[in-house]
């Protein structure tokens, strides 16, 4: 049973990859059909961005209500219905409408599933569960290619993924029982209940804190390399945008592939080293996107950068429970992907503000910055974690 729910939960990250790429894909045709200025992208991942961070906040209760089950097949349907109703706008008004749900679902499975598997799940599990998000991300975009050519329409490429999201959330329905027998692999099963605490709880635990700004530092880093880094390598080392955009790309790649090799290498090394790892790779990697000698080496410092960013985000979020207390993990989980979204939707934004105003070759220390911050607050919570 363990290994079949094992199965279902990848294929639920999946899901959770796949809707990320559509916007992007369809919005140059879909900006111009609607007739809106390209800016007004950012109106409907703000929104989503926003109902994200507002589920991951009330999962805690929800969990402690309903089980992680019954959550994750209620969210994996609210993705789905926004989906839907993407795929059958008309008006620029019905896609930020639509946008609500699907924010809403989106972070009740980040967080719900991230947790389930912390605590059920052995620590290579969650790499390969966050490998699995990457592949729903890079193949959303081919969908959309394939229904804007063949089709002639961005709606069939929503409607799609919102075909899968629906049949994802109809067999975790049925799979509700099997959900309650979980264990990581050794027959473990929960030995306290998960408390419903409130704000203020949560952030008088010892660590919590710098956990959180550990969080939102990652994510911030994460999302403002991916954003920027090609026209930093345009506008700084004159580079064509053709192969910026490739030598970006790499960028995800390096965070898919690294995770899949950091779930084995979590087999052997702990959490908080594979942690310290990623920090100086990533801080190896900018260094070379300082000084690209030539287009090898800006390749390079894209795969560096992220496979240097593979195993932060899994293994922050599989230390929780043994640092925390089971019983507060999924507490501390939703708290930290409120953290992640409110750094993915401020701190990209910020840094296009401070390069308006001085230059884009301010793009290295800034990211430095926030990896050096980082590591700062995530040996706060090593410290802390010694004295529990």
């Known amino acids: 049973m363990g290994s079949l729910l094992l199965v279902l939960i990848y294929l639920c990250f999946i899901s959770l990859g796949l809707p990320d790429s559509l916007l992007g894909s369809a919005w140059p045709v879909?900006?111009?059909?609607?007739?809106?200025?390209?800016?007004?992208?950012?109106?409907i991942s703000t929104t989503i961005f926003v109902g994200?961070?507002?589920?991951?906040?009330?999962?805690?209760?929800?969990?402690h209500k309903f089980g992680a089950g019954k959550v994750t097949a209620v969210s994996i349907t609210l993705t789905a219905l926004g989906l839907f109703g993407f795929s059958v706008s008309g008006q620029f008004w019905m896609l930020?409408?639509?946008a609500i749900p699907y924010g809403l679902g989106a972070g009740g499975v980040d967080a719900i599933l991230n947790n389930y598997v912390a605590l059920h799940y052995k620590a290579q599990h969650m790499s390969w569960l966050h490998c699995m998000w990457g592949v729903?991300?890079?193949?959303?975009?081919?969908?959309?290619?394939?229904?804007?050519a063949q089709l002639k329409s961005w709606n069939y490429g929503y409607l799609f993924v919102a075909v899968i999201q629906a049949v994802l959330s109809a067999v975790i329905f049925i799979s509700l029982p099997i959900w309650k027998k979980g264990t990581d692999g050794e027959g473990e099963q929960d030995d306290k209940p998960a408390k419903v605490l409130s704000m203020?709880?949560?952030?008088?635990?010892?660590?919590?804190?710098?956990?959180?700004?550990?969080?939102?530092?990652?994510?911030?880093m994460e999302l403002t390399t991916s954003l920027w880094a090609s026209s930093y390598l345009v506008q700084?080392?004159?580079?064509?945008?053709?192969?910026?955009?490739?030598?970006?790309?790499?960028?995800?790649?390096?965070?898919?592939?690294?995770?899949?090799g950091n779930g084995f290498l979590a087999m052997r090394l702990s959490d908080h080293f594979l942690i310290r790892m990623g920090v100086v790779l990533i801080s190896c990697g900018v260094v070379l996107l300082c000084v690209p000698l030539n287009e090898f080496f800006a390749w390079l410092a894209f795969v560096v950068?992220?496979?240097?960013?593979?195993?932060?985000?899994?293994?922050?979020?599989?230390?929780?429970?043994?640092?925390?207390?089971?019983?507060?993990?999924?507490?501390m989980i939703g708290m930290q992907m409120s953290f992640a979204y409110t750094g993915y939707l401020i701190m990209p934004t910020v840094f296009g503000v401070i390069a308006?105003?001085?230059?884009?070759?301010?793009?290295?220390?800034?990211?430095?910055?926030?990896?050096?911050?980082?590591?700062?607050?995530?040996?706060?919570?090593?410290?802390?974690?010694k004295h529990r």
């Open 30 to 43: 879909l900006h111009a059909e609607m007739e809106v200025p390209v800016s007004f992208a950012g109106i």
């Open 52 to 63: 994200t961070i507002l589920s991951t906040l009330s999962c805690n209760k929800l969990l």
């Open 96 to 98: 930020v409408l639509w």
């Open 136 to 148: 729903g991300a890079s193949i959303s975009p081919y969908i959309m290619s394939f229904s804007l």
């Open 200 to 220: 203020k709880e949560i952030f008088a635990i010892p660590g919590a804190l710098p956990c959180f700004i550990t969080f939102f530092c990652y994510c911030s």
């Open 236 to 260: 700084i080392w004159s580079f064509s945008p053709e192969v910026a955009a490739g030598f970006a790309s790499m960028f995800y790649i390096g965070i898919t592939l690294g995770r899949l």
């Open 305 to 331: 950068i992220g496979v240097g960013c593979a195993p932060i985000y899994p293994c922050i979020i599989h230390m929780t429970p043994s640092v925390f207390g089971k019983d507060k993990s999924q507490a």
């Open 356 to 385: 308006d105003y001085t230059s884009i070759a301010l793009l290295p220390v800034y990211v430095l910055v926030l990896v050096a911050l980082m590591f700062i607050m995530h040996e706060l919570v090593v410290r802390k974690s």
